[in-house]
């Protein structure tokens, strides 16, 4: 009976204990991240005012915005991988419209790319698992690093996060930074690519399963 009622009150005590640590660990790593991020935010915004850029107008201060993209840089899962991927576009035009267009598609590629190199190198890792020869392994890393542009159409909404722009003579430069959760990147990653090596290869279908496990 004694030794129940002190496993009680040892789990009783962990429970008042524990948790307030538990948060408080939680609560140090977002001071962490929003510390850090401040300190390159600073850093950043000063470089690009000297440089003669500046945001429109309602738009976020330039400080601001940075320290929201350095923030989601810096975020990671229960996992602890990236919980955004962020990628930046530039473009000059002739109008302020024009030039965010342009810097925001250039962003979404660049989002697609980085999302390609990821997705590739776990297909890489399954394909000895696969046992695929050297022809299907070529096809296949060869579908993958094609399908870049098929997954920046495919991208949801992206997550803007700075926007500033720059008087060049009679043209405006545009530079842009967008952010997109790591694992939809994923998922919408292998939908595309899992499509592609259906209609583009031949003879593994059997095995795509096992390709696009992770």
């Known amino acids: 009976m004694k030794t129940t009622v002190k496993i009680t009150c040892i789990l009783i005590l962990t429970l008042i204990i524990g948790y307030p640590l538990c948060a ?20 950043e915004a000063k470089k690009f005012i000297s440089e003669g850029f500046y945001v429109a107008p309602g738009a976020l201060p330039l400080d601001k ?12 899962d229960d996992k602890g991988l990236p919980k955004y991927i962020v990628e930046s576009g530039n473009s000059v035009a002739e109008s302020q419209t024009a030039a965010k267009l342009q810097a925001n598609e250039t962003a979404k590629l660049n989002l697609a790319g980085e999302i390609t190199t990821s997705v590739a190198a776990l297909i890489e890792n399954n394909i000895a698992n696969m046992q695929l020869n050297n022809a299907d392994a070529a096809s296949v890393t060869k579908t993958v ?16 996060l700075v926007e500033i722009y720059k008087k060049i003579g009679k043209n405006v430069e545009a530079d842009v930074r967008l952010a ?10 292998k939908k595309v690519i899992r499509k592609q090596l259906e209609e583009e290869t031949k003879g593994i279908q059997d095995k795509l399963d096992g390709l696009m496990k992770f």
């Not at 915005?65 to 990671?76: D, P, R, S």
């Not at 997109?180 to 919408?188: G, K, L, P």
Request: without cysteine; positive net charge; hydrophobic residues 35%.
């Open 180 to 189: 997109y959760d790591y694992q939809n990147a994923i998922e919408s990653a």
């Open 145 to 160: 690093a094609g399908a870049k542009n098929l997954i920046a159409q495919e991208l949801g909404r992206t997550l803007p």
């Open 24 to 43: 408080q660990t939680a609560k140090d790593a977002k001071k962490q991240i929003t510390g850090k991020s401040v300190k390159q935010a600073r850093k």
């Open 65 to 76: 915005q940075l320290e929201n993209a350095w923030i989601k840089q810096y975020e990671t």
